[in-house]
């Protein structure tokens, strides 16, 4: 299983459970059990909750492969950065000798 499987399964299932919950709270609304302003808050919750929880998920992957390209020995784009400034102050060094 690749990240771009992972990605898929983690909001997949945060999408299935938001969609199972919503259901579960239209059903309870036609029993009664609910007001509409009730059923429409806790929808505004779930969706809250799903837009974070999907936010977190994408920081765990994030952090994953920073981690293992950072274990590969895989040059970031800040090291890289760096590295172009200092050749740009070498060859400044040169130029002025």
Request: aromatic share 2%; proline share 0%; hydrophobic share 35%.
């Given at each position: 299983m690749n990240i771009e499987d992972l990605i898929k399964v983690g909001i997949g299932s945060?999408?299935?459970a938001k969609e199972k919950l919503e259901e579960f709270i239209e059903?309870?609304?036609?029993?009664?059990?609910?007001?509409?302003q009730e059923a429409q808050n806790l929808i505004e919750?779930?969706?809250?909750?799903?837009e974070q929880k999907v936010e977190e998920i994408k920081k765990m992957i994030e952090d994953e492969v920073r981690k293992?390209?950072?274990?590969?020995?895989?040059?970031?784009?800040?090291?890289?950065?760096?590295?172009?400034k200092k050749i740009e102050e070498i060859e400044k060094l040169l130029k002025n000798k």
């Open positions: 945060a999408f299935l059903e309870a609304k036609k029993r009664g059990e609910l007001t509409q919750e779930l969706k809250k909750e799903s293992q390209l950072k274990e590969l020995g895989v040059a970031t784009k800040e090291d890289i950065e760096n590295l172009s």
